[in-house]
C-alpha cells in the first residue's frame, strides 16, 4: 500500500493551491487529508468517499473542495482562499473497507501573509 501525495508549496494569503494523492495498492473506501500545524495535533481537513460524498472540517468549508477519481484511486483537495492559518504539513490519509488506517508522507503547504 502506498499513499503519494504532491502539491504542496509557497503561497500568498488568497491564493490557491491544489494537492494530490495517489493511492495504490488495494481498494479505499475513503480517501482525503489531515493536517499539522507547527505545535499543534494532526486535525482533519477533508474526506470524500467512493460514492463522492465529501466531509469537510468547519474551517475549510466553503474553500477547500475534494473530490477523487476512481479510476485512478487519486483524491484531489483545491484549496482556494487560502489563509496563514492553514500553513501545516498535509498528509493523505486513507481507510480501507476494514477501517485500517494508512497515512502518506506530508506535504507542506505555506501561506505568506
Known amino acids: 500500500v502506498q499513499l503519494q501525495a504532491s502539491g504542496g508549496g509557497l503561497v500568498q494569503a488568497g491564493g490557491s493551491l491544489r494537492l494530490s494523492c495517489a493511492a495504490s495498492g488495494k481498494y479505499f473506501r475513503s480517501l482525503g487529508w489531515h493536517r499539522q500545524a507547527p505545535g499543534k495535533q494532526r486535525a482533519f481537513v477533508a474526506n470524500?468517499?467512493?460514492?463522492?460524498?465529501?466531509n469537510y472540517a468547519d474551517s475549510v468549508k466553503g474553500r477547500f473542495a475534494i473530490s477523487r477519481d476512481n479510476t485512478k484511486n487519486t483524491v484531489y483537495l483545491q484549496m482556494n482562499s487560502l489563509k496563514p492559518e492553514d500553513t501545516a504539513v498535509y498528509y493523505c490519509?486513507?481507510?480501507?473497507?476494514?477501517?485500517?488506517?494508512?497515512w502518506g508522507q506530508g506535504t507542506l503547504v505555506t501561506v505568506s501573509s
Open positions: 470524500i468517499d467512493a460514492g463522492g460524498n465529501p
Open positions: 490519509h486513507a481507510l480501507d473497507a476494514l477501517l485500517a488506517h494508512y
